[in-house]
């Protein structure tokens, strides 16, 4: 690895990334978005976007203007969508770069008609239930389909695609069923009736992770592919199906000694031990994306195969109890994610929280290693 030092890395491996691509290519017969926001995940948007162009993606979502200008500025050619709001000054330069901007309200849409030198492709987006941003079909649905239809008035917006996203998708509730149902109504209302009206949009999704996984069927023609590209689910009940876990967070022993009992080891009395103790520290803290919570919810981490608990976390150490196993100075640990008992399932469940957060929140400063055949081809390091 072309790593300056050996010392707290994150492994995403091609294998599991074309194996996700491909269980989503092969089980679903629409074209998708990859979805690369936040890093891709914590994944490392600017080199996956160039694996899944290579591979034929359709296009690729993100956040905000600055993902999208990184994914662009690295030389991929697909078809960008943001998903969210950029500031209607950078119009002219989403139409230089051939970005598509998602179009929330009429409103926002007259800004951006008034900063664009140059022809926008734009893509409606539709509150259908999720209450966050969109033209709000729940609340007023006569209104959101008149202002939208004002969109056409417009003329340096090009209103290619349309979309919404499911809140509740992910549970397999009585009610969340229900108001999925509801949504995919208030949807395809819309989309027939923008249609009659002389919208023509050629790229039509609603469909997230759990709609893909669930099949959701709606006027649909396309889909947005997130966390499943990176073998997880969006949820306990949709879990099922070849996905493979893509990313795998290590490190390396730095220290190791034995502490008599009573002694205690970290910030605020963390751990004190009941008898002799050996104790191995490691490079990693929850400056990394360690969440330092799990100090007190009997976590392990792996060091040559055998688990061994965290008892203290710092900001960039943390320290395990390796009294019953053989461990030394520059052993490999893997400290966060795989599908063992470091799982960011796992990880989730102890601090009540969603798979989703652990790898968004492993920080810039660790590099990204991207192995293929056991060998690291590609590192991309930030610091």
Known sequence: MNLPE????????????????????????????????????????????????????????????????????????????????TSPDRATVLSKNQISQTVHSLEYAKQLQQHSLYPIDCHIKLDTGMGRIGFDMVGDKEKALDEMKQLLLLPNLRFTGIFSHFSVADSLGAEEIEYTRCQMELFDEAVEYLTRYGFEFKTVHGQNSAGILRKLEANFNTMRAGIILYGMFPSGQLAGGDLTPVMQVKTVVTHVKEIKAGQRVGYGFSYTADFPT???????????????????????????????????????QCMLDVTFGSVKVGDEVVAMGGCGAQSFDSIAALTDTINYEIPCGIQRRVPKVFTENGKAVYVENNM
């Open 6 to 85: 050996k010392h707290c890395w994150a492994e995403i491996s091609l294998e599991a990334i074309k194996n996700n691509y491909n269980f989503i290519k092969e089980s679903f017969e629409k074209p998708f978005y990859v979805v690369l926001k936040a890093d891709g995940y914590g994944h490392g948007a600017r080199y996956l976007a160039k694996i899944y162009e290579e591979m034929g993606a359709f296009g690729i979502a993100v956040s905000c203007f600055a993902e999208a200008m990184e994914i662009r500025s690295s030389g991929v050619k697909l078809p960008i969508l943001i998903l969210g709001y």
């Open 278 to 316: 050996t104790v191995a520290t490691v490079a990693i803290g929850y400056a990394d994306g360690l969440p330092r919570a799990l100090k007190d919810k009997n976590y392990t981490m792996n060091v040559n195969g055998v688990d061994y608990p965290v008892i203290a976390v710092c900001m960039d």
